[in-house]
């Protein structure tokens, strides 16, 4: 783990950012960097004691095309969904879709750029989505693979971290 205070792992701009795309739909992207090299940021991404720290569990196959459950233990109230691995080439690119809801898909991408793996997060949504909820879910979540990969602070609950993050998408915290 890299000390987040360090000249090696300068902050940056944790906010997700939300562009429209020609034909109206939204692209969701968060991008986020280690000083650590791909394949242990991949790691992080996909070897299940790992994953469980920072998102959930997944049963099933690994490879393009495979099926399975993925469960976001994290969640007030973990429930298991049908995803399937559209795309998955170790240690650049994973994409999954959620097999029950329509047009959710989520595209990681691994990039070394100046001597630091980046993380692309990419969703796109239909055009109209308020993307707010779901830009805050994934910072979240990507805040909690943050404090696994690059020793950051843990976000905390939920309730703690919208307290703190809410008001930057224009978001309270629930009362």
């Known amino acids: 783990m890299t000390d987040p ?6 902050p940056i701009d944790r906010r997700g950012v939300v ?4 034909d109206g739909r939204l692209r969701l992207e968060f991008r986020r960097s280690w000083s ?14 790992r994953l469980a720290r920072w998102f959930g569990t997944y049963e099933g196959g690994r490879s393009p095309g495979a099926r399975g459950t993925l469960t976001m233990t994290h969640e007030a109230e973990p429930a298991g969904e049908a995803v399937r691995i559209a795309e998955c080439d ?6 999954v879709e959620w ?3 329509q047009d959710w898909r989520v595209e990681l991408a691994l990039a ?3 001597g630091r793996t980046t993380l692309h997060f990419v969703q796109v949504f239909a055009a109209g989505t308020d993307v707010t909820d779901f830009a805050l879910g994934w910072h979240w979540y990507l805040d ?5 990969v690059g020793g950051r602070p843990d976000p905390g609950d939920w309730d703690a971290f ?6 930057e998408y224009g978001r309270a915290a629930h009362a």
């Open 90 to 95: 170790p240690p650049r690119r994973l994409v």
């Open 99 to 101: 097999a029950e809801q």
């Open 162 to 167: 919208l307290a703190a993050t809410g008001p």
């Open 144 to 148: 909690k693979f943050d404090a696994v």
């Open 5 to 10: 205070t360090s000249p090696a792992d300068p």
């Open 36 to 49: 650590d090299g791909p394949d242990a940021v991949w790691a992080a991404l996909t070897e299940p004691d």
């Open 19 to 22: 562009t429209e795309l020609p």
């Open 112 to 114: 070394v750029e100046s």
